[in-house]
């Protein structure tokens, strides 16, 4: 069993920046692809971004050039630096990390854009 604990949420102004962070119970090595989710009131869990094994990335169009996902294995850690931020961008962000045919998740991190 692995526990992902997501941090670094909070009320931002737009435009600002913050950088969320997902630590791992164990090494998180063994993750094939490792991600972050955000979900709104009232709408679906969306993904923002991937992360592989391989180091490769992946965003949707909405957040491409302001979201950036990384990994320290060193850490353990999942990291999601988010800039610009926007109104829409506030929602509970989850991690999320898969091993083989196993996902787990993070209980999420509130992310609150409001002047």
């Known amino acids: 069993q692995v526990q992902l604990v997501e941090s670094g949420g909070g009320l931002v102004q737009p435009g600002g920046s913050l950088r969320l962070s997902c630590a791992a119970s164990?090494?998180?090595?063994?993750?094939?692809?490792m991600g972050w989710y955000r979900q709104s009131p009232g709408k679906q869990r969306e993904l923002v971004a991937t992360i592989t094994s391989g180091g490769s990335t992946s965003y949707p169009d909405s957040v491409k050039g302001r979201f950036t996902i990384s990994r320290d294995s060193a850490k353990n850690t999942l990291y999601l630096q988010i800039d610009n931020l926007k109104p829409e961008d506030t929602a509970v962000y989850f991690c999320?990390?898969?091993?083989?045919?196993?996902?787990?998740w993070g209980k999420g991190t509130l992310v609150t854009v409001s002047s």
């Open positions: 999320n990390a898969v091993d083989i045919n196993i996902a787990y």
């Open positions: 164990r090494t998180i090595s063994i993750f094939n692809v």
